[in-house]
């Protein structure tokens, strides 16, 4: 039991879209509307494609980047609920952690395409 919960989360690691598409298809079908499935597929990535783009920083330049990742999180969401403040004039909680974590979902996605392409382009070239 131990070794297929350690396998299953280490494919979610290393390939966090596959998590995205099971979840939303998975929730498509019980649930049948796009917009909740796809928060819902969201909302269960994010945390994955965060961890996917720490490993991926380790591998590719050779060094741990928990802490500046923990910085740039922290930052992240002080920045979000700052705004959120100074626009709204008031802090809930719930709705700046759902916008932080949909804008970690952007930023982390993106950073893991393109961490991905530029391993691939270094591996292809040192090859060469």
């Known amino acids: 039991m131990d070794d297929w919960l350690a396998s299953t989360l280490a494919t979610f690691v290393t390939a966090p879209l596959l998590l995205f598409l099971l979840v939303y298809f998975g929730a498509r079908l019980v649930g ?14 994010t945390a994955f494609f965060i961890a996917a783009v720490y490993f991926l920083l380790a591998v590719l330049f050779g060094k741990s980047y928990f802490v500046p990742l923990l910085l740039f999180l922290v930052g ?16 809930r909680l719930r709705t700046v952690f759902r916008v932080f974590w949909r804008a970690s979902f952007l930023i982390f996605a993106s950073l893991y395409a393109g961490l991905l392409v530029y391993g691939m382009a270094m591996r292809v070239a040192m090859s060469l």
């Open 32 to 45: 049948r509307r796009k917009r909740a499935a796809f928060y819902a597929a969201v909302n269960a990535a």
């Open 76 to 91: 992240l969401h002080a920045v979000i609920a700052l705004g959120y403040w100074r626009k709204k004039a008031d802090f």
